[in-house]
């Protein structure tokens, strides 16, 4: 198994030592004006700003580093356009990430309809057994809810994802939702990590057969034979 670093205070294992912490990837998907970029404000930096929309354009990331049951990892959460002019920029990022959060608004119903096609797309171009988490933003918009927790959990458990409710503006399931998926990219970091590690070794080239052949010379002839 590959080894990672403890943080300070932790006792460290044969899994668990120290030449290195672990680097993963999480992207995060979803329609137009869901509240992506304000869930990643919030779970980076702490913040809530409502300022008036501005589009991401393409991609944007901010990083955190963060333990998940003692090991310390650092967090790269890419925050991807939702506008479908920018499609074909998004979805290279796809292949190489070890989790997703596809995020709807539960004040907007056509969000989350759209999740599903975001759910698909993302299996089909990313790595089989990258783990999906449905993340319904705004659940402090309760007035203007359009989407109940319960049909957000049926979505989930029909593509076989992990569910949360969170609020930016709150706080509310931010550090649950990024928690518990951390745990699951670690584990999928691990294994590719182990599985890279495993194909190298057993790649071993035949250093002989790139040797010069010695050079022979028969009695009687003018020349060597290689």
């Not at 999480?26 to 589009?55: I, M, T």
């Not at 089909?124 to 057994?129: F, K, P």
Request: glycine share 8%.
């Amino acid at each position: 198994m590959p080894r990672y670093n403890t943080l300070p205070g932790e006792v460290e294992s044969d899994e668990n030592s120290t030449t290195g912490v672990p680097v993963v990837k999480l992207l995060l998907v979803g329609d137009a004006k869901v509240g992506k970029s304000a869930v990643l404000c919030r779970f980076c930096d702490g913040v809530f700003e409502q300022p008036e929309y501005v589009p991401t354009l393409g991609m944007d990331f901010k990083v955190r580093f963060m333990q998940a049951s003692g090991q310390a990892l650092r967090l790269q959460v890419w925050d991807t356009a939702g506008q479908p002019q920018f499609k074909e920029v998004t979805t290279t990022y796809y292949r190489g990430a070890h989790g997703c959060m596809v995020v709807y608004s539960v004040a907007d119903r056509t969000s989350f309809d759209n999740a599903s096609s975001w759910i698909r797309e993302f299996r089909v171009l990313a790595e089989e057994g990258t783990p999906v988490v449905v993340v319904g933003s705004k659940c402090d918009e309760e007035e203007g809810r359009a989407v109940s927790a319960e049909e957000g959990e049926a979505l989930a458990r029909l593509n076989g994802c992990g569910f949360v409710e969170v609020s930016a503006r709150t706080g509310a399931g931010i550090e649950e939702a990024f928690g518990d998926l951390a745990l699951k990219m670690l584990a999928v970091h691990r294994e590719r990590s182990e599985t890279q590690r495993s194909s190298m070794s057993s790649a071993t080239m035949d250093f002989d057969s790139l040797l010069p052949r010695k050079k022979e010379t028969f009695p009687g002839s003018c020349c060597t034979i290689q």
